[in-house]
């Protein structure tokens, strides 16, 4: 079946960097994307969402970006602050109305931030 | 306001034990799911329902049983553990109305032996 895919299972960077995390998706019916964060021995934390009739959407230091054309998805996290070190998941909502639940997931970028 | 409740948070159990994983929120979601998480993939969606007395399967729905009696609790039943079931497990909820983030537990991590 159809998946969420991430480009980079792996990113390093410096606090203070901006970091990118990339994921591509395959169904162009998807309308609502989310992205999670998942520390060690938690379970994943929401972060940011975008609906499909929007190209950008900005939170507290994180940006989501949606390119429906190449149908990528980017999260945009400023100044990376070492706590910010987890896994990353872009999750996909393939339709809308009572499965918006249903969630497709991706494989998952770690993130680590060196002091 | 204790969110999404999972327990116990580790397990381990021998082939063809069975065993039931608790969820429980408290904010009055209608819609509850279980997900698990294998390593290096991402979380597959096992069972969901959006009410109290409606099921249905998700993705890996095979050797897992769920019942949803009141708004509160979502059970997953393990009826003969498999090697296979080795997992974490997530628990998650939200609201029916709109396109709103599932919220998660923090897992129940399950080792079949």
């Known amino acids: 079946g159809e998946s969420v895919g991430l480009h980079l299972p792996t990113l390093s960077v410096q606090e203070g960097d901006n970091s990118i995390i990339n994921c591509a998706y395959s169904?162009?019916?998807?309308?609502?994307f989310i992205w999670y964060k998942q520390e060690s021995g938690k379970g994943p934390q929401f972060i940011i969402d975008?609906?499909?009739?929007?190209d950008k959407r900005q939170g507290q230091r994180v940006t989501v970006l949606l390119n429906k054309t190449v149908k990528h998805l980017s999260l945009q996290i400023a100044a990376t602050q070492p706590g910010d070190s987890a896994v990353y998941f872009c999750?996909?909502?393939?339709?809308?109305?009572?499965?918006?639940?249903?969630?497709?997931f991706g494989q998952g970028t770690i993130l680590t931030v060196h002091p | 306001n204790a969110g999404v409740t999972q327990t116990p948070k580790f397990q381990v159990l021998k082939t063809g034990q069975s065993m039931t994983l608790q969820c429980a929120q408290d904010?009055?979601?209608?819609?509850m799911s279980w997900y698990r998480q294998d390593p290096g993939m991402g979380l597959r969606l096992i069972h969901y329902?959006?009410?109290?007395?409606?099921?249905d399967q998700g993705e890996v729905p095979n050797g897992y049983n769920v019942s949803r009696s009141t708004t509160e609790d979502f059970p997953l039943r393990l009826l003969s553990a498999a090697p296979s079931q080795t997992s974490v497990y997530f628990c998650?909820?939200?609201?029916?109305?709109?396109?709103?983030?599932?919220?998660f537990g923090n897992g129940t991590r399950l080792t079949v032996t």
């Open positions: 975008i609906r499909s009739n929007m």
């Open positions: 329902s959006v009410g109290a007395g409606i099921t």
């Open positions: 904010m009055n979601h209608e819609y």
């Open positions: 999750a996909e909502n393939r339709a809308g109305g009572t499965s918006y639940g249903k969630l497709t």
């Open positions: 169904n162009s019916a998807s309308d609502y």
């Open positions: 998650a909820s939200t609201q029916i109305v709109g396109n709103s983030p599932l919220h």
